[in-house]
C-alpha cells in the first residue's frame, strides 16, 4: 500500500496551494480529485479572469458562527503575500473597484501557477479519482500513518488528511458535499448548508408588475429589515451589514452584486430594505417640489427619482404604487397632494421591504454557506480537535466570504495555515 506524508481530496484553490505549499516543504503529498478537470471553479470564475483576492481583507468580510476564527490563517497568509506569488509566475493583473484583484488575461492563469507550485514541491495528482472511504486508524502504523483510504486506484495509508472539497455550489460542474458529510461521519457538528452569493427569487405573482423591470440596473444600498437592526438611524453592530452595490432586476427577481452580498445575510422569511436613491431624500424632494407648482405628479417624480435611477423603474415605480394609493395618480397635481401621500411615496423607494421567497439554489450560487463547525476545528492549524491528523480548508469549512475575492483569499490563507502546520509538526512529532 502506497503511503503518503500527507492526502489531500479535493483539487481546487485551496487543495493545490495546500498541496504545493505542502510539498515544497519536503512531505510526500498526494491528491485526489472525482472530477475529470482540475480547478474548474477558478476557471469560471470572476467571468474568467478569476478575482483571486482582495487588496483589504478581514475576518469582518466573513460569515461565520465563530466570527473570530478565520483572523489568524488570514493575518498569516496575506493578499499581499499572494500578489507576490502571482507576480512570481509573471501573471499580469488589474485592480477593480473595491480593492478586487483579477487576472489581465485568464483564470487558467491562475490554475497553471497551481499546478506549477504542486510540481514544484513533487506532488502527486490523481484525477478523476473517487474517494470511497477515509478510515482513521486506532493507532498509528509503523510507518506514521493514521489514516486509510479506499480510493479508485486502490488503497493508500496516509499520516494526514486534508479535507478540501468545497460545497454544493454548481453541481455541473461536480460539486459535492463530501467534505461535510466526512466530517459528519467522523463526529464533526455541520452548521447548516445554504447557497450563499447567489440571486433572490420572489413567487411569479409578487414579481408579475416588476417583470418588464428585467435588465434594469442601478447603484442601491441593500440589507435586512428586521426588528432591531436599526437604533437612531444606524444599523446596530450585531445587525447584517447594509451593502452600497449595484442591483439587478430580472425576470424572476433580483441579481447584481448587492443582492449576492446580502444573501449570504438572509434567512428565508426576512424581509429586504432597499434604498433605491441612497443619495437622495425623495419625500423632502417632491414636499419642496410641490410648493408653488403646476407640475403633474409624475414630472415632479421623474425629476426626483429619475435623476438616480433609470426612468423606466421610475415610471413603473409611480404606477405600481399609484394601484395602492389612488391619490397617487401619475396624473394629479403635485400642489394638491398632501405631504403624508408624498412622504408615502418617497419612503417606497427610499426603504423598500419586500419579501424573497428563496434563492436561485446552489446552480447559481457562488459559494456554499456553513459547513465544519470552527469551534471543533484549530483556527492556527485547521486541524480538527476531535480526529488528530485531519484537517479541514477552504469552503467546507464554516466560514464565507463577501463578494469580491474575499473567498479565495480564505481558500490561500487557510491551505497556508494548514500547510504549515504539517511540515512543523513532521519536523517536530510529537
Excluded at 493583473?93 to 507550485?117: P, T, Y
Excluded at 435623476?307 to 401619475?330: D, F, I, K, Y
Aim: net charge neutral.
Amino acid at each position: 500500500m502506497l503511503t503518503f506524508d500527507v492526502v489531500v481530496i479535493g483539487a481546487g484553490a485551496a487543495g493545490l496551494f495546500c498541496a504545493g505549499a505542502a510539498g515544497q516543504r519536503g512531505l510526500k503529498v498526494l491528491v485526489l480529485d472525482h472530477a475529470p478537470k482540475v480547478a474548474e471553479k477558478i476557471r469560471i470564475s470572476g467571468g474568467g479572469r478569476c478575482n483571486f483576492t482582495n487588496r483589504e481583507v478581514g475576518p469582518a468580510n466573513f460569515i461565520s458562527e465563530n466570527s473570530h476564527f478565520s483572523r489568524s490563517a488570514l493575518a498569516g497568509y496575506t493578499p499581499q503575500d499572494f500578489i507576490a506569488l502571482v507576480e512570481r509566475h509573471g501573471i499580469a493583473w488589474h485592480e477593480k473597484h473595491k480593492g478586487q484583484l483579477f487576472c489581465d488575461r485568464s483564470a487558467n492563469d491562475i490554475v497553471q501557477m497551481l499546478l506549477k507550485e504542486c510540481e514544484a514541491g513533487q506532488v502527486t495528482r490523481w484525477q478523476p479519482c473517487g474517494v470511497h472511504a477515509v478510515r482513521p486508524k486506532a493507532t498509528p502504523s509503523d510507518d506514521g500513518s493514521r489514516f486509510e483510504l479506499e480510493t479508485d486506484q486502490g488503497a493508500v495509508s496516509a499520516r494526514n488528511v486534508v479535507i478540501a472539497t468545497g460545497g454544493l455550489s454548481i453541481p455541473k460542474i461536480g460539486a459535492t458535499d463530501f467534505g461535510q458529510r466526512l466530517a459528519a461521519s467522523l463526529g464533526h457538528r455541520i452548521v447548516p448548508l445554504k447557497p450563499a452569493l447567489v440571486p433572490l427569487t420572489f413567487t411569479p405573482e409578487q414579481w408579475a408588475p416588476l417583470v418588464p423591470l428585467a435588465g434594469v440596473a442601478l447603484a442601491v444600498e441593500i440589507g435586512t429589515s428586521q426588528p432591531g437592526d436599526v437604533a437612531g438611524g444606524k444599523r446596530k453592530k450585531n445587525a447584517p451589514p447594509a451593502f452600497m452595490e449595484d442591483l439587478l432586476f430580472t425576470h424572476r427577481g433580483l441579481s447584481g452584486p448587492g443582492v449576492l452580498q446580502i444573501s449570504s445575510y438572509w434567512q428565508a422569511g426576512q424581509p429586504l430594505r432597499i434604498n433605491l436613491a441612497p443619495q437622495r431624500e425623495l419625500a423632502s424632494e417632491l414636499k419642496q417640489a410641490k410648493v408653488g407648482s403646476r407640475k403633474q405628479l409624475s414630472t415632479a417624480w421623474s425629476h426626483a427619482l429619475g435623476e438616480a435611477v433609470p426612468q423606466r423603474l421610475a415610471q413603473t415605480w409611480l404606477s405600481q404604487l399609484g394601484e395602492s394609493h389612488p391619490t397617487l395618480r401619475a396624473d394629479a397635481p403635485i400642489a394638491e397632494l398632501k405631504d403624508k401621500d408624498l412622504d408615502a411615496l418617497g419612503q417606497s423607494a427610499n426603504a423598500w421591504d419586500i419579501v424573497p421567497n428563496g434563492t436561485e439554489g446552489y446552480a447559481k450560487a457562488e459559494v456554499t454557506a456553513g459547513g465544519v463547525d470552527t469551534n471543533e476545528l484549530s483556527s492556527r492549524t485547521m486541524e480538527s480537535k476531535l480526529v488528530p491528523g485531519l484537517h479541514f480548508i477552504g469552503e467546507v469549512v464554516d466560514v464565507t466570504g463577501w463578494l469580491g475575492g474575499y473567498n479565495f483569499q480564505w481558500a490561500w490563507a487557510s491551505a497556508m495555515a494548514c500547510a504549515r502546520a504539517l511540515a512543523a509538526c513532521a519536523e517536530n512529532p510529537v
